[in-house]
């Protein structure tokens, strides 16, 4: 009976500055948008990413959160960071002598998508539908 071994990949700050070989995926930033739509097969985008050497944007839905009492939305965003495809590739990539970085800056901005600055701007259609009214705060 073949043993499963469970790899967990875990983000931590580099040792060291990377290296010519090396690859690092620079998180930008994060745009918000009014239509979800979901990044399908997560390990195969990032082992094009890496392979590509190409800026991508990769596209999770936010799961439903409140307020805290502070008016403070928390959520986390699942980047698929365990998929198996995206740790096989990690694990090819330390098999050449290279190591896969993710790179997120303290302050990652918080943008809103071109669809969702058209939604709030329209005094009509979705915005009638959805009973929103505007509120300029």
Known sequence: MEEKIIQ???????????GPEDIVLQMTDIQLHTNTR??????????????W???ARLYSPLPPQE???E????????MGLNDPVLQETINECRKQGRRVLISVPNNVPILLG????????SVKGKRIL????????
């Open 71 to 78: 008016g403070i939305i928390n959520f986390n965003i699942d």
């Open 38 to 51: 979901t990044t399908n097969e997560i390990g195969k985008f990032f082992k094009r990413l890496i392979f």
């Open 114 to 121: 071109k669809d969702a600055v058209e939604f709030k701007n």
């Open 130 to 137: 959805r009973r929103l009214a505007k509120n300029e705060s």
């Open 8 to 18: 967990k990949l875990e983000l931590k700050p580099a040792q060291s500055a990377p």
């Open 53 to 55: 050497k190409k800026p």
């Open 67 to 69: 307020k805290n009492k």
